[in-house]
């Protein structure tokens, strides 16, 4: 049975492995500090916030997403990341997570919910083109 909470504090050492598979498919690495501190965040409710998908009990997914304002309109939510173990994707865990994501943006007013994904995720984009529209934009990073 699939079931999707919010993050709890038993989550972390999961919550971790998990984040890190998503870190690492996009090729980036964090110190533990920010694992430290986005955890933390989470937990407080402090503008980030998280959901985890529970199959059987055993957590296996997770998003993390957060509201800022927009000179558009009201508030939006914007889902950073999205991951699911990767030895039982196809299961209805990412739609799961960006359904109650979305259920929480709709809660808390937002005017919409987006999210970012490289052009090259074909899997994911798979889910994506079936919840969303790409709206065809590109994004550019600035070096800081």
């Not at 971790?16 to 690495?29: D, Q």
């Not at 055993?58 to 927009?70: D, E, K, N, P, W």
């Not at 943006?105 to 994904?117: E, H, K």
Request: net charge neutral; glycine share 10%; charged share 20%.
């Amino acid at each position: 049975m699939l079931e999707v909470t919010p993050l709890r504090p038993e989550d972390r050492a999961r919550w971790a492995e998990l984040w890190e598979g998503y870190l690492t498919f996009y090729k980036t690495t964090l110190p533990a500090s920010r694992y430290d501190q986005t955890w933390r965040r989470i937990m407080a409710d402090a503008g980030l916030f998280g959901f985890g998908a529970r199959l059987d009990g055993q957590l296996v997914g997770i998003t993390h997403y957060l509201f800022h304002a927009s000179t558009w309109g009201e508030d939006v939510c914007y889902l950073q990341d999205l991951f699911a173990d990767k030895t039982i994707r196809g299961q209805g865990i990412g739609r799961a997570l960006i359904e109650a994501v979305a259920a929480a943006a709709q809660g808390a007013g937002a005017s919409r919910l987006y999210w970012l994904t490289q052009d090259t995720n074909a899997t994911a984009r798979l889910l994506y083109d079936r919840l969303a529209t790409n709206r065809g934009f590109i994004r550019y990073d600035y070096t800081m």
